[in-house]
């Protein structure tokens, strides 16, 4: 507790506090914080510790329950005090004598999720730099949210721009994000109990739960398999060093029946057995214009049943995370009770989008890629690859290129109004779409984002690598095969550094047909390609292309 020796008034005779609209939408509305609360906390301040960059912590206790204690953050800009945040905080994080920047730490690490900038990661980063080439648009731009796209969050980063031409050294402080799920948890006193894991599988359920709506209304899928079925899911259990064998988490109550069921199959499993636990979000909203009145949108159309037998997907297949190794992507497999690529769908598109220009963008894609009597055509030398049929093409897969990485919890990161200017028929610059050909017939995808799945396929020579890292991060590939088409699809901004280059196997440039795509032959290259087993061509193709400076 506070001892009140240490009580200070804090007045501000000249310079009032602004709220801003956050303050409205957020803290207001969602964590029970009035006008009131706020500027008694501004101007009757307990304790205050100015910080860097024209950062304020003002701290007042108003004894009231988990209301308690009540965290503010202002800063000075351009002679006004801005309202920054507000956080209600647990008595226990407060202590005689800590300042009050320790205390955020210890708030951050509780309540928040894993935060990048660059290559620096933690709960809470007090102090980094990042280059940005370019203009600086968005703080979003700055901080990557390392966890489920399905975990509401509320982000901080307070930062100074130093500008040389066409470069800016962007110096971060107090950078943080607040998972709310688990801020409401104990703000509304929400019910909870503990339930013991397998040590095995503590890491992975605990993550789990921190994507829960703590009201309840998030369901969780479980697939598994047994043992024998080599085209099994992946596991997501992660062996530790412990002597104990039994950890404990915690759980809203409303959520005490599914996950006894999850807790008794990984308690039984196998050698060799595997589950893989899916949460399905109800307040999901169309990513094209915001509707909350969301349907369920084949990924794989309906009109492709015609063309390609059943295929079994998991929601999570071959999308390559960071911590994947190639040979374990390529072991990614499927298993009965998984989605049928006939029933491949999300919900994230509302009915409007989807049976309007969506489907009008879904028969122009039909008409490109099937012939006049009804067969799919075969090479690339069939399509009629003008400006209007190309643009039209790129369009529909770079809508499904996004939907698949949203499937697979691999969200891109596109500029502000990316997916606005897509639904008006506008292609964002930095996109671009290339297609080959393969001998095998198949339907199939492969997701990949950032760095850490592209670690071997970045060279640089002129850029510090750390920087080159730092915007290769933000690279986003998706390649889709369709018959005999593979399709690549990637986004990246050019002008901060990085350009792209083929290897493996030559492309046409579907959009934007201006394009340059350098390609670089390497020896033996036809007889290497034809060793490869053709369901695996995609793969291979997946890894042709890489991020050079030069």
Same mark, same amino acid.
């Given at each position: 507790?506070?001892?009140?020796s240490?009580?200070?008034?804090?007045?501000?005779?000249?310079?009032?506090?602004?709220?801003t609209?956050?303050?409205?939408?957020?803290y207001?509305?969602?964590?029970?914080?009035?006008?009131?609360?706020?500027?008694?906390?501004?101007?009757?301040?307990?304790?205050?510790?100015?910080?860097e960059?024209?950062?304020?912590?003002?701290?007042?206790?108003?004894?009231?329950?988990k209301?308690?204690?009540?965290?503010?953050?202002?800063?000075?800009?351009?002679?006004?005090?801005?309202?920054s945040?507000?956080?209600?905080?647990?008595?226990?994080?407060?202590t005689?004598?800590?300042?009050?920047?320790?205390?955020?730490?210890?708030?951050a690490?509780?309540?928040?999720?894993?935060?990048?900038?660059?290559?620096?990661e933690?709960?809470?980063?007090e102090?980094?730099?990042?280059?940005?080439?370019?203009?600086?648009?968005?703080?979003?731009?700055?901080?990557?949210?390392?966890?489920?796209?399905?975990?509401?969050?509320?982000?901080?980063?307070?930062?100074?721009?130093?500008?040389?031409?066409?470069?800016?050294?962007?110096?971060?402080?107090?950078?943080?994000?607040?998972?709310?799920?688990?801020?409401?948890?104990w703000?509304?006193?929400?019910?909870?109990?503990?339930?013991?894991v397998?040590r095995?599988?503590?890491?992975?359920l605990?993550?789990i739960?921190?994507?829960?709506?703590?009201?309840?209304g998030?369901?969780?899928?479980?697939?598994?398999?047994?043992?024998?079925?080599?085209?099994?899911?992946?596991?997501?259990?992660?062996?530790?060093?412990?002597?104990?064998?039994?950890?404990?988490?915690?759980?809203?109550?409303?959520?005490?029946?599914?996950?006894?069921?999850?807790?008794?199959?990984?308690?039984?499993?196998?050698?060799?057995?595997?589950?893989?636990?899916?949460?399905?979000?109800?307040?999901?909203?169309?990513?094209?214009?915001?509707?909350?009145?969301?349907?369920?949108?084949?990924?794989?159309?309906?009109?492709?049943?015609a063309?390609?037998?059943? #295929?079994k %997907? @998991?929601?999570? /297949?071959?999308?390559?995370?960071? &911590?994947?190794?190639?040979? !374990?992507?390529?072991?990614?497999?499927?298993?009965?009770g998984?989605?049928?690529?006939?029933?491949y769908?999300?919900?994230?598109?509302?009915?409007?989008?989807?049976?309007?220009?969506?489907?009008?963008?879904?028969?122009?894609?039909?008409?490109f890629?099937?012939?006049?009597?009804?067969?799919?055509?075969e090479?690339?030398?069939?399509?009629?690859?003008?400006?209007?049929?190309?643009?039209?093409l790129?369009?529909?897969?770079?809508?499904?290129?996004?939907?698949?990485?949203?499937?697979?919890?691999?969200?891109?990161?596109?500029?502000?109004?990316?997916?606005?200017?897509?639904?008006?028929?506008?292609?964002?610059?930095?996109?671009?779409?290339?297609?080959?050909?393969?001998?095998?017939?198949?339907?199939?995808?492969?997701?990949n984002?950032?760095? #850490?799945? %592209? @670690?071997?396929? /970045?060279?640089?020579?002129?850029? &510090?690598?750390?920087?080159? !890292?730092?915007?290769?991060?933000?690279?986003?590939m998706?390649?889709?095969?369709?018959?005999?088409?593979?399709?690549?699809?990637?986004?990246?901004?050019?002008?901060?550094?990085?350009?792209?280059?083929?290897?493996?196997r030559?492309?046409?440039?579907?959009?934007?047909?201006?394009?340059?795509?350098?390609?670089?032959?390497?020896?033996?290259?036809?007889?290497?390609?034809?060793?490869?087993?053709?369901?695996?061509?995609?793969?291979?193709?997946?890894?042709?292309?890489?991020?050079?400076?030069?």
């Amino acid at each position: 507790m506070i001892i009140t020796s240490l009580y200070l008034f804090v007045i501000f005779d000249s310079m009032e506090l602004i709220l801003t609209e956050a303050y409205h939408q957020v803290y207001k509305n969602k964590f029970h914080i009035d006008d009131s609360h706020v500027y008694e906390t501004f101007k009757l301040s307990t304790v205050v510790q100015k910080l860097e960059n024209n950062v304020t912590l003002h701290l007042k206790e108003f004894k009231n329950g988990k209301c308690a204690f009540l965290l503010l953050a202002t800063q000075l800009v351009k002679k006004e005090i801005l309202f920054s945040f507000a956080y209600w905080i647990p008595s226990e994080l407060i202590t005689h004598n800590v300042p009050l920047l320790d205390v955020l730490k210890l708030f951050a690490h509780k309540y928040g999720c894993k935060i990048r900038i660059g290559t620096t990661e933690g709960y809470f980063i007090e102090n980094t730099r990042r280059l940005i080439h370019g203009n600086l648009e968005s703080p979003n731009q700055l901080m990557e949210i390392l966890g489920s796209v399905h975990i509401p969050c509320e982000s901080y980063v307070f930062y100074n721009e130093k500008n040389k031409n066409n470069l800016h050294w962007v110096d971060c402080y107090y950078c943080f994000a607040i998972n709310n799920n688990k801020y409401l948890l104990w703000l509304e006193d929400i019910e909870t109990t503990e339930m013991p894991v397998p040590r095995e599988w503590y890491t992975y359920l605990k993550e789990i739960t921190e994507t829960l709506n703590p009201y309840g209304g998030t369901g969780l899928k479980i697939l598994n398999k047994k043992k024998g079925n080599n085209d099994g899911l992946v596991s997501f259990s992660e062996e530790q060093d412990s002597e104990q064998s039994v950890f404990k988490i915690e759980i809203p109550k409303t959520y005490l029946q599914p996950f006894t069921r999850i807790i008794d199959l990984v308690s039984t499993l196998g050698k060799g057995e595997k589950i893989i636990v899916i949460p399905q979000h109800e307040s999901n909203k169309c990513i094209f214009c915001g509707s909350s009145e969301v349907s369920q949108e084949h990924i794989f159309a309906q009109w492709m049943r015609a063309y390609f037998p059943e #295929k079994k %997907f @998991a929601s999570t /297949l071959h999308a390559r995370t960071p &911590d994947d190794k190639l040979l !374990e992507t390529l072991k990614s497999g499927v298993s009965k009770g998984t989605e049928s690529s006939y029933g491949y769908t999300s919900h994230l598109v509302c009915a409007d989008c989807n049976g309007t220009w969506m489907s009008q963008l879904e028969e122009k894609a039909k008409g490109f890629l099937v012939d006049e009597k009804d067969g799919f055509r075969e090479k690339i030398s069939d399509l009629t690859i003008d400006d209007q049929n190309s643009k039209q093409l790129a369009l529909w897969l770079i809508i499904k290129s996004i939907l698949l990485s949203l499937k697979g919890n691999l969200s891109p990161i596109l500029p502000d109004n990316a997916l606005s200017d897509i639904k008006n028929g506008d292609i964002p610059e930095g996109f671009l779409i290339e297609i080959a050909e393969v001998e095998s017939s198949d339907i199939d995808f492969i997701v990949n984002k950032g760095i #850490k799945a %592209f @670690a071997d396929l /970045l060279s640089v020579e002129k850029l &510090d690598k750390r920087i080159a !890292e730092d915007i290769a991060n933000e690279f986003f590939m998706v390649n889709i095969q369709v018959h005999h088409f593979i399709f690549r699809v990637t986004y990246l901004d050019e002008s901060k550094g990085l350009k792209r280059e083929a290897w493996i196997r030559p492309t046409k440039i579907l959009y934007p047909k201006s394009y340059l795509l350098r390609y670089k032959k390497i020896e033996n290259e036809e007889v290497l390609w034809e060793r490869v087993e053709n369901n695996l061509k995609l793969h291979v193709f997946n890894i042709g292309l890489r991020l050079v400076d030069h």
